[in-house]
């Protein structure tokens, strides 16, 4: 039966994909990808040559129907994001829910994403946790860090390095300078560095020391 299927891919070392999603990826008749050029250096690793086309925040409201038709016509898709699993603050979400409408099925495959292996390796309470992605660049900016001062759960956020000092500055004053916190960037790359301690250290931590990269904040919740 034609579907389908969400593939999480590598979040830098290009051995964390599984056995099954290769298969898949090399099975199905098209892979839409957030970045064709990045997918195809993943494809070509594992000498899979499933036509690509491009599926992106820019163009997916337009090419959502047109690719619920084809897989009601017969073809089996895989979607992917440039780095983890499609969805979680990539695209995917419009076009599952445009399928789940039009009573696709929808399959979702278990892999990489960068909070768990952030929150894991923070030392933090992990047993409740929200993950907040990544926060608004400017509206909406302080209503969202106002409301997560009383958040009693670990807060996970994604952030980019040009935004880093910026973002843990702001967060140590609306959540207090010695909230405990980690900052994980280049999981699982050559150059991985998880840097722990409170918001106030690691926005100087990070003031001298500008990072590169992608990276993840996690923050412990307020203690009851």
Known sequence: MSKLFLIPTPI???????????????????????????TKKLLNHYNISTPLQSHH????????????????????????????TPGISDPGFLLVRTCIENEIPVETL??????????VNSGLPSDRFCFEGFLPPKKGRNKRMTGLADETR???F???PFRLVKTL??????????????????????????????LSFLAEYYTNKPPKGEIVIVVTGKKD
């Open 110 to 119: 278990p892999g990489p994403t960068a909070l768990i292996p952030a929150l």
């Open 154 to 156: 670990t807060m996970i």
């Open 57 to 84: 925040m820019f163009n997916e409201h337009k090419s959502v129907e047109s690719i619920c038709s084809k897989i009601l016509g017969g073809q089996t898709i895989a979607l992917v994001s440039d780095a983890g």
């Open 12 to 38: 830098g070392n290009l051995k964390d994909i599984t056995f099954r999603a290769v298969e898949i990826l090399g099975s199905v008749d098209l892979v839409l990808a957030e970045d064709t050029r990045q």
């Open 169 to 198: 500055t702001e967060l140590a004053i609306y959540l207090g300078p010695d909230r405990s916190a980690s900052v994980s960037r280049e999981l699982s790359k050559m150059f991985e560095e998880n840097i722990r301690g409170t």
């Open 158 to 160: 994604y952030e980019s």
